[in-house]
């Protein structure tokens, strides 16, 4: 898709002529106010924000120009107002829907099918699709070809590395297990072990799928002399699954050898714990310099108790605003505020969220209007009591989800359907919940909300019998996934 938005960046350049103003662009308010930001996510984040104005097809090229990284919506939002037939056909088909693009034309059908839709689809529609495309774009229609034969995998080990991978890690999960859980041919993982990047990639997507459990078991004696650190990891966790634990031992230490990270190391430190259960590993742990759950959670095990909270960050503004939620709502924002935007009202993301609390500028206007208060061009988006203010009516609404603190964060990202679908987190064995944290992607932001949230409840509770132990806070995990598969 990207090689997609970078062509058409360039059509829409030829395209310019075609496009009168008499108006003088670097004279533009709006325009000045985008040359004068540096080139990056905020500038980014304005010009998108300038393209849903009521502007003219000069203005918006002019606006594009300017543009670092180019997203799907930016380019939507550009096309609407560029207003050239071509190009918004091309916007239309990256935005279509997948029954819409069974029923277009070559063209369209390659610009927004991905092989993740195409997967989905039925034999009697990918040959309807083949039959359109395999003329004018016989390389998207091979992968089809593969996607769509009897046997999957025994096409898939015979391609080139590169169709091998777009494949395999572009494929939807449910199709990865069904049709390709199998032991690789030597020749076919001599060929993808040479790519370490996406090697990495293929066991993040492999491992994290335990019905692949045929061909995770044939990656148990890979040699982790040459891959990264994560590789090295990942095959520890997947040795650990098959109680390889000797194995497993052994990736660990590679990876002490490999690196002199200290989150990393007291992570290695932890795993070595969870498959020995040698109380002096817990005690280098218990010692470490880093604030992380793994050294946290030592300490707790040690029966050592967390005495001073006063490192932990404290916003005037965030009490003030808060002076009427209980605790738990409280730590709740703290959490989500340290952990999305680490306290910095101004922060824009990549995925163009917004302010102290990271919320889409989409959400907001929605919001904004159901309550009926001013216009939303009118708010301070960025400001504390806004943002506080919208991120409380966004967690309201997802009450449902406060039994757990996984499940209240990923719904309030967005993300909820990555943990409610996925068989394999947190169900109840030896490693849990710590192989689920590993395996999930985005983990970093899950364990560190678990660690702030029991850091910040702790902290605003008074007493001691009232505070909260990470081991409650794991249980309830386990148990909400065993209640909703009762």
């Known amino acids: 898709m990207r090689r997609f938005l970078l062509l058409l960046t360039f059509v829409?350049?030829?395209?310019?002529?075609?496009?009168?103003?008499?108006?003088?662009?670097?004279?533009?308010?709006?325009?000045?106010?985008?040359?004068?930001?540096?080139?990056?996510?905020?500038?980014?984040?304005?010009?998108?924000?300038?393209?849903?104005?009521?502007?003219?097809?000069?203005?918006?090229?002019?606006?594009?120009?300017?543009?670092?990284?180019l997203k799907n919506e930016m380019f939507?939002?550009?096309?609407?107002?560029?207003?050239?037939?071509?190009?918004?056909?091309?916007?239309?088909?990256?935005?279509?829907?997948?029954?819409?693009?069974?029923?277009?034309?070559?063209?369209?059908?390659?610009?927004?099918?991905?092989?993740?839709?195409?997967?989905?689809?039925?034999?009697?529609?990918?040959?309807?699709?083949?039959?359109?495309?395999?003329?004018?774009?016989?390389?998207?229609?091979?992968?089809?070809?593969?996607?769509?034969?009897?046997?999957?995998?025994?096409?898939?080990?015979?391609?080139?590395?590169d169709d091998f991978y777009d494949i395999f890690l572009n494929v939807n999960k449910n199709f990865r297990a069904k049709y390709f859980n199998y032991k690789l041919p030597k020749r076919t993982f001599a060929k993808i072990f040479d790519d370490k990047k996406r090697f990495d990639n293929f066991l993040q997507k492999s491992l994290s799928n335990p019905k692949l459990n045929i061909l995770n078991k044939s990656l148990l004696d890979i040699d982790d002399k040459n891959l990264s650190v994560n590789s090295s990891f990942l095959l520890a966790l997947n040795a650990i699954r098959f109680n390889d634990l000797n194995k497993a031992f052994i990736y660990l230490t590679n990876i002490q050898n490999k690196t002199t990270d200290k989150k990393i190391n007291d992570k290695i430190l932890f795993w070595k714990y969870l498959i020995t259960k040698?109380?002096?590993?817990?005690?280098?742990?218990?010692?470490?310099?880093?604030?992380?759950?793994?050294?946290?959670?030592?300490?707790?095990?040690?029966?050592?108790?967390?005495q001073d909270y006063n490192f932990l960050q404290r916003l005037e503004s965030f009490d003030t605003q808060l002076k009427e939620y209980n605790i738990n709502r409280v730590a709740l924002l703290y959490s989500i505020a340290k952990v999305k935007s680490n306290f910095?009202?101004?922060?824009?993301?990549?995925?163009?969220?917004?302010?102290?609390?990271?919320?889409?500028?989409?959400?907001?206007?929605?919001?904004?209007?159901?309550?009926?208060?001013?216009?939303?061009?009118?708010?301070?988006?960025?400001?504390?009591?806004?943002?506080?203010?919208?991120?409380?009516?966004?967690?309201?609404?997802?009450?449902?989800?406060?039994?757990?603190?996984?499940?209240?964060?990923?719904?309030?990202?967005?993300?909820?359907?990555?943990?409610?679908?996925?068989?394999?987190?947190?169900?109840k064995n030896t490693f849990e919940p710590f192989m689920s944290f590993e395996l999930i992607?985005?983990?970093?932001?899950?364990?560190e909300i678990i660690m702030y949230k029991y850091l910040y409840q702790n902290y605003l509770?008074?007493?001691?019998?009232?505070k909260i132990k990470l081991s409650s806070i794991f249980e309830t995990l386990i148990e909400y996934d065993h209640k909703e598969n009762e």
């Open 76 to 161: 939507y939002n550009f096309a609407k107002k560029f207003k050239h037939d071509e190009t918004f056909a091309v916007a239309q088909c990256m935005n279509m829907s997948t029954k819409d693009l069974i029923d277009s034309y070559a063209d369209c059908i390659v610009i927004g099918l991905s092989l993740e839709e195409a997967s989905s689809l039925s034999s009697i529609d990918l040959d309807l699709i083949m039959q359109k495309t395999s003329e004018k774009y016989p390389l998207f229609t091979k992968k089809l070809k593969v996607i769509s034969s009897s046997i999957p995998f025994t096409k898939l080990i015979i391609l080139r590395k």
């Open 461 to 466: 509770t008074k007493k001691d019998k009232d």
């Open 344 to 427: 910095d009202s101004n922060k824009i993301s990549e995925d163009f969220e917004i302010g102290i609390m990271q919320l889409k500028n989409g959400f907001i206007t929605n919001i904004n209007t159901i309550i009926n208060e001013n216009n939303t061009l009118s708010l301070d988006q960025f400001s504390i009591e806004n943002s506080l203010k919208f991120a409380n009516i966004h967690l309201n609404n997802l009450a449902k989800f406060d039994t757990n603190i996984l499940n209240i964060f990923l719904a309030y990202e967005g993300k909820y359907e990555l943990l409610k679908n996925n068989e394999l987190f947190f169900k």
């Open 441 to 447: 992607s985005n983990n970093k932001n899950l364990k």
């Open 278 to 306: 040698d109380n002096t590993i817990l005690d280098l742990l218990a010692d470490s310099l880093d604030l992380n759950l793994y050294s946290l959670y030592a300490n707790e095990l040690l029966g050592n108790r967390l």
């Open 12 to 69: 829409c350049f030829i395209q310019a002529d075609e496009v009168k103003s008499t108006q003088n662009l670097e004279d533009s308010s709006s325009i000045q106010e985008l040359l004068s930001l540096e080139k990056g996510i905020k500038r980014d984040f304005y010009i998108n924000e300038y393209l849903k104005k009521d502007i003219n097809p000069e203005e918006a090229l002019t606006a594009l120009g300017l543009v670092d990284n």
